[in-house]
């Protein structure tokens, strides 16, 4: 598995998805990098610049998938087998809430400036929207079956959730709580990505070995090619230019351009590649799950430039915003 979430440059968009995330940001500073491990039943907090392990939190029993919180304070956490969300505070380094949420709660965004929670019900096929406070249900919708990957575009009032068994992707108007449309895609659709544009959603097909091209306006594929075997995790890089998906059988990462869908790379990375992120100009950030290591990438370069080591069975990660004054109580590095 692999996930969630925030921030595209030009728009307010809130991208979440457990399993595979593919969050962007153009902050100058580097940021911090959040990863599940689900074996370890952890979350490692990583300083992308210097490529080191900054904390390692204890979480409840089988984390999956992840979402961050539009100030980077807050990280929601998915348990399938237990039916929980649970809330971090990333400055006391503690759980400070956890809540039931449908039966197998598996994919997880933030939306309205953290005040509510999209999460993906894979046992009971919904989507769930939830208080992020109280952890209340607020509304629901039937999707296809399976639902793991989701990720939001607020601008567009859009979530779209990946339905694995149902080889297609939900499209959801969040201001009704409906589906609009079910889209069909390649074989077991898992991760999401959406440009920074929002108007491409890139899909990871596992059993086909594929990448669905969504156009968001009409919501129809526009095109499916081949980009290794069992692609786990997809993103886009800040500019748009490049999608990056991790192929978790054959461990590499498929460079794409945006523009004509050629393999621009395809780097051997490691083993049971899972979650990508991108951030900054030109980097990015997958996970190792066999290894259980976290790979800073220098996508121009098409090679690995640090691993760092984590708790046990890595799957998701985040791109978390550092805005905060160094020093300050409450700082993210130094509660």
Known sequence: MSVISIAAPRRAAALGLALGVLPVTDTLADPLIAVVSQQAAAVTLIDAGAAAKVAEIAVPGVPAGLAVTPDGRRLYITHPDLGLVSRLDVASREVEARFHVGQEPFGIAVIEDGRSLLV?????????????????????????????????????????????????????????????????????????????????????NVQSGDLSV??????????????????????????????????????????????????????????????????????????????????????????????????AGPRSLAVMPRRWEPGVRGDMLNP
């Open 120 to 204: 993906s019900d894979w046992s009971d096929d919904a989507l769930i929207r939830v208080d992020a406070r109280h952890g209340h249900e607020t509304g629901r919708v039937a999707v296809g079956r399976s639902p793991a990957g989701l990720v939001v575009d607020m601008v567009a009032g859009y979530a779209y959730v990946a339905d694995r068994e149902s080889h297609q992707v939900s499209a959801v108007d969040l201001a009704r709580m409906t589906r609009k449309a079910a889209i069909p895609t390649g074989k077991a659709p898992f991760a999401l990505a959406l440009s920074p544009a929002g108007d491409r959603l890139y899909v990871a």
């Open 214 to 311: 969504i156009d968001t306006g009409p919501l129809k594929e526009i095109d499916r090619f081949k980009v290794g075997l069992m692609p786990y995790g997809v993103a886009t890089t800040s500019d748009g230019s490049r999608i990056l998906v991790t192929n978790q059988q054959s461990g590499t990462l498929a460079i794409v351009d945006a523009a004509t869908h050629a393999i621009l790379g395809r780097p051997k990375l490691g083993s049971y590649l899972e979650g990508v992120v991108a951030f900054g100009p030109g980097r990015a950030a997958a996970v190792a799950w066999a290894e259980d290591s976290v790979l800073i990438i220098d996508v121009g370069k098409d090679r690995v430039t640090a691993r760092i080591p984590v708790g």
